[in-house]
């Protein structure tokens, strides 16, 4: 089957640690995305890519870095420089980068910091 | 700047209750307007999408109407089921610079009692 997978599902961290979330799709889509989710907010693009080797920011990505070494790899390195970094992180796909496209979603990390 | 705003939650309605959940937009050009769904613990998948005004989108007895002259996309449903509580986003995307962006909305959440 075809789809988006996210792993860890839970990841708890110390402060001042860096942690990867991985984000690997076979749907064959050229762009990819990390959105993070706070309670009773939508969904804020933290950076998104369009092709391969390459990636650009979104609304929120201070403290954050991605790689796009491969087409269904998209990585998000959470670092000690975020300030809040407690909260669900949902990776996405599209087949494309145009406006009518369709959002694939994968199930979600949820990161803890203690 | 683009905005998109959905009545808040939680809506508590009885199975085979009708429902509708109100998303109005702001935006520059011509969006296209997305409904995204969320189940407990997972991530989002799309519901319906509309890409030009008077379309209407409709998927699982869900319906929506892009309205142009009242920047509105509201959902609805004739009767719901105790399945259908979740968390429910309205989105816009619009073309910008070569790819586009999405706006979500921060959510309403449906709880549907048998």
């Known amino acids: 089957d075809g789809g988006i997978t996210q792993s860890p599902k839970y990841l708890f961290r110390k402060e001042g640690q860096n942690v990867t979330l991985s984000c690997e799709q076979n749907?064959?889509?050229?762009?990819m995305y990390w959105y993070r989710q706070d309670p009773g907010q939508g969904l804020r693009l933290i950076y998104y890519?369009?092709?391969?080797?390459?990636?650009q920011k979104g609304d929120i990505a201070e403290g954050y870095s991605v790689s796009r070494e491969k087409k269904e790899s998209f990585p998000l390195t959470v670092t000690s420089a975020q300030k809040n970094p407690t909260a669900f992180y949902l990776c996405?796909?599209?087949?494309?980068?145009?406006?009518?496209?369709?959002?694939?979603f994968g199930p979600g990390t949820r990161l803890t910091v203690l | 700047g683009d905005s998109v705003t959905q009545m808040e939650g939680p809506v508590t309605l009885s199975e085979e209750a009708f429902l509708t959940i109100n998303c109005t937009y702001t935006?520059?050009?011509?969006?296209?307007l997305f409904w995204y769904v969320q189940y407990p613990g997972e991530g989002l998948q799309l519901l319906l999408k509309?890409?030009?005004?008077?379309d209407k989108g409709s998927n699982k007895g869900f319906e929506a109407t892009y309205r142009k002259e009242t920047t509105s996309f509201h959902l609805e449903k004739g009767s719901v089921q105790v399945s259908d509580s979740a968390v429910y986003f309205c989105?816009?995307?619009?073309?910008?610079?070569?790819?586009?962006?999405?706006?979500f909305g921060a959510g309403t959440r449906l709880f549907v009692k048998a």
């Open positions: 996405a796909s599209s087949i494309g980068a145009i406006s009518t496209d369709t959002q694939y």
């Open positions: 989105a816009l995307s619009e073309s910008r610079g070569g790819g586009f962006k999405t706006i």
């Open positions: 890519s369009q092709i391969v080797n390459d990636f």
């Open positions: 749907l064959n889509h050229d762009a």
């Open positions: 935006a520059t050009g011509y969006p296209s």
């Open positions: 509309a890409t030009k005004a008077d």
